[in-house]
T-cell receptor
Framework: DAKTTQPNSMESNEEEPVHLPCNHSTISGTDYIHWYRQLPSQGPEYVIHGLTSNVNNRMASLAIAEDRKSSTLILHRATLRDAAVYYC????????????FGKGTSLLVTP | DGGITQSPKYLFRKEGQNVTLSCEQNLNHDAMYWYRQDPGQGLRLIYYSQIVNDFQKGDIAEGYSVSREKKESFPLTVTSAQKNPTAFYLC???????????FGSGTRLTVV
């Protein structure tokens, strides 16, 4: 399975933008890039996903490199409620696969 | 509102006993999944099911069993063969083709 690499932790100030990087140099042409986040003692929450083009939704933006070997989740204005573990995951478009979660990036947001 | 429900939220069992964790979804999703999470770690896949009456082992299936008799339900049994069952268990569901997952709120199992 194609793997992703994320920093173990990042820190941001409240109300500032946050850029969470993810490297996936072995991505295949049919892999979707998914992002989830997990608050303490809760199940992960879907954030966003994309294939080739940049994507925006009410929670975040996803910027995908032209060669698709890396991507960046962008939180435009971090709030204290955004403090969570963020997971970057590759999901093949074939329906026979389950998501493989790594350790993700623990985001600390300070007032 | 549609969603995925796990029960109970907290569960305590004595060592050597089997225990079944419930997972129900009303999202009409075809696929369902069970993950285990240990403190400070990511999620590890136990079992998943793409369709009723069919399921596949994940990375850590030993000591666990599942059934998928109905589309809405995917219960997980933690058997006495599971050596370290104390963990946070998460159930999820999705449409089959590359869609996002919806997770339940989890069951924290403690075996004493």
């Amino acid at each position: 399975d194609a793997k992703t690499t994320q920093p173990n932790s990042m820190e941001s100030n409240e109300e500032e933008p946050v850029h969470l990087p993810c490297n996936h140099s072995t991505i295949s042409g049919t892999d979707y890039i998914h992002w989830y986040r997990q608050l303490p003692s809760q199940g992960p929450e879907y954030v966003i996903h994309g294939l080739t083009s940049n994507v925006n939704n009410r929670m975040a933006s996803l910027a995908i490199a032209e060669d698709r070997k890396s991507s960046t989740l962008i939180l435009h204005r971090a709030t204290l409620r955004d403090a969570a573990v963020y997971y970057c995951i590759l999901r093949p478009s074939d329906s026979g696969y389950a998501l493989n979660f790594g350790k993700g990036t623990s985001l600390l947001v300070t007032p | 509102d549609g969603g995925i429900t796990q029960s109970p939220k907290y569960l305590f069992r004595k060592e050597g006993q089997n225990v079944t964790l419930s997972c129900e979804q009303n999202l009409n999703h075809d696929a369902m999944y069970w993950y285990r999470q240990d403190p400070g770690q990511g999620l590890r896949l136990i079992y998943y099911s793409q369709i009723v009456n069919d399921f596949q082992k994940g990375d850590i299936a030993e000591g666990y069993s599942v059934s998928r008799e109905k589309k809405e339900s995917f219960p997980l049994t933690v058997t006495s063969a599971q050596k370290n069952p104390t963990a946070f268990y998460l159930c999820a569901s999705s449409i089959k083709k590359a869609g996002g997952y919806t997770f339940g709120s989890g069951t924290r199992l403690t075996v004493v």
